[in-house]
């Protein structure tokens, strides 16, 4: 195994970065971690031994002998969600510069799949999952502005497929790298359009500009959007994996992801259920790989979450929206 996977968090996120890690390791991935960080360390790592990092004053938790997580602190003032390909091309170009493969993943995704299949998936193309909002239509309004916005940018985008992709995936072969930088170069040229890349359509970055906002925006989902158009700027084979991969609709899902809020670790499960929202597949599997072999919650806490998800799918039988 010769991968490497990234992530990219500040704040409460990272209760999702250790659950994260922990399905990666349960379903077989065996390796380094990256975790680029605004702020401090989370709690349950500033109790264990931390190894210094030759790179960027980072530091290593040990999680086991074939296991390990670097923390990253970051000095962009990019939204992190704006930050993905610069920070995988980072790593690329410095302590991961052996990896033949390198996966992203946010931090509010737990994976449920077996780790071999991601290998496997990356050799078909850059491996993505299909988004809520897909599919856009190659004439679709939405496409035809970002045609007509990077065209001025020197940027010629061709239609490739109806699927519009999430950005909270990615996984590229060595071979491909040259996806990360055209990502790269794409969001630089989307900058002025969006108020510049420390804006987000996140509450926890800085606003958009008033045009730029909103599901009829060219750019609304700013890094996502930018992905998309990345899609049909590059020249390259695309493997895609339909709305189920990601828990969004019925079928087999690879890696839930908590899209919105409120996040599984911030789920009030009987709150939610009695005003007829049921418990999502990622509040289970988050709960369900929360216990190790790292534990941001306490074993009773988890175990008090569990019981509440059981009795929560009853009583949403019965209170729905």
Avoid at 243 to 269: C, D, T, V, Y
Wanted: net charge positive; hydrophobic share 40%.
């Amino acid at each position: 195994m010769n991968s490497a996977i990234c992530t990219l968090f500040e704040g409460h996120y990272h209760y999702g970065v250790a659950v994260l890690a922990n399905s990666l390791y349960r379903n077989g991935f065996r390796g380094s971690l990256y975790a680029g960080y605004r702020g401090e360390l989370p709690p349950w790592a500033k109790n264990e031994e931390l190894q210094e990092m030759q790179w960027c004053n980072g530091k290593t938790l040990k999680v086991k002998d074939d296991f390990s997580i670097h923390f990253i602190p970051l000095t962009t003032d990019y939204h992190l969600t704006n930050y993905k390909p610069d920070f995988m091309l980072d790593l690329w170009n410095g302590p991961a510069a052996n990896v033949e493969r390198m996966f992203y993943f946010d931090p509010d995704i737990v994976v449920s799949a077996p780790w071999f299949f991601f290998e496997k998936w990356v050799t078909c193309g850059i491996a993505l999952c299909e988004d809520v909002n897909s599919p856009l239509s190659k004439n679709h309004p939405t496409r035809s502005a970002w045609r007509n916005y990077f065209s001025k940018n020197g940027i010629f985008l061709y239609f490739k497929d109806i699927i519009y992709v999430n950005g909270g995936f990615a996984g590229v072969s060595l071979g491909n790298r040259g996806f990360l930088e055209t990502w790269k170069l794409v969001q630089e040229a989307m900058a002025p359009a969006i108020g510049g890349l420390n804006s987000s359509a996140f509450i926890n970055g800085s606003q958009l500009p008033e045009g730029a906002q909103g599901p009829f925006a060219p750019f609304g989902k700013t890094d996502q959007d930018a992905l998309n158009a990345t899609i049909e700027a590059w020249d390259g084979e695309y493997s895609f994996i339909t709305q189920e991969g990601m828990g969004f609709r019925s079928g087999l899902a690879i890696l839930p992801h908590a899209l919105g809020q409120p996040k599984p670790w911030k789920w009030n499960i009987f709150k939610q259920s009695l005003s007829g929202r049921r418990p999502r597949l990622v509040d289970r599997e988050y709960w369900k790989y929360a216990d190790g072999p790292l534990k941001p919650h306490s074993l009773k806490h988890v175990r008090a979450k569990r019981r509440r998800l059981i009795i929560a799918a009853v009583v949403g039988r019965f209170y729905k929206l």
